[in-house]
């Protein structure tokens, strides 16, 4: 019997709840999502805001699939997946000139159930959290090069620079230590020589490095705490056979404010049957 492959790609800009003040949904802004067969869709938001809580001056999401015979790679499926959030403000409180996520994917013939997903172009843009400018290291270059699950569960057994990386990312030796406004968003799975995972999905950061120009912060890895306003997760990636996923900026509002967002989110991926 042929195979046939089915691209898995979306994106959205923004979306959001609301539960204290008041309670409202933030319709999900800016939402592409790529047709199993491929396809092309766009999407834009322009000068939105709600209230104070999330305003942005432009959200943009792009996807596209489609089968290629190149050259290089005879009879592939190829598929690109990006979202944009510029001028983004969050209650005066999380603002950055720019936000990217961008995922591009191939799978070719012998790619055996598991296509490759990179990330290069994945990026912040003048980051700021509580006024102070965060520099955030991304370990892009990592992941791009051990681009499907199959070779990052190798090079975690086989490579201490890698197995170093992957234990850092996921906090594992430091999680003992966060408080429990930290440890509700950390995920320090132990796996002993197995890549950790869980019902098949590494959940893990791309944040190998934040340097923020002042005080006032509370980091743990990708995951920053403001008192007074809540916690930030920046650049959350997860990893499975078929698909990956960035979720670039997250955050949940505490009191007198209860909210959560959601910016830059992309998935993308395939598998053939």
Known sequence: MASRFHFQGS????????????????EVQAASALPQIGGHGTSRSAAFKHG??????????????TPCDCDDNPVSHNSRITSTVEGLNILGMITADRVVATLASMYTKTSDGEPSVRLLGTRFENLRIAG?????????????????????????????AVR??????????????????????????????????SRGITSISLVRGLAPRGGGLDCWGHVIHVPGFGT???????????????????????????AQLMLCSVSDGGEDY
């Open 164 to 197: 170093g990386l992957v234990d850092q990312l996921t906090l594992k030796h430091r999680a003992k230590e966060a408080p429990p406004h930290i440890m509700r968003w950390l995920n320090p799975m132990e796996g002993g020589s197995e890549l950790p995972s």
């Open 232 to 258: 930030v997760r920046l650049a959350e990636l997860e990893i499975s056979k078929t698909t990956r996923t960035v979720n670039m900026i997250q955050v949940d509002i505490d009191c007198p404010h209860k």
């Open 52 to 65: 104070e809580f999330l305003q942005f001056q432009l959200a943009h999401t792009e996807v596209t699939g």
């Open 11 to 26: 994106a959205i800009g923004a979306a959001g709840r609301i539960s204290s003040p008041f309670s409202e949904i933030i």
């Open 132 to 160: 102070i400018p965060v520099e955030v290291d991304l370990a892009a270059d990592v992941f791009d090069q051990f681009d499907t699950h199959r070779a990052l569960s190798h090079a975690y057994k086989t490579n201490d």
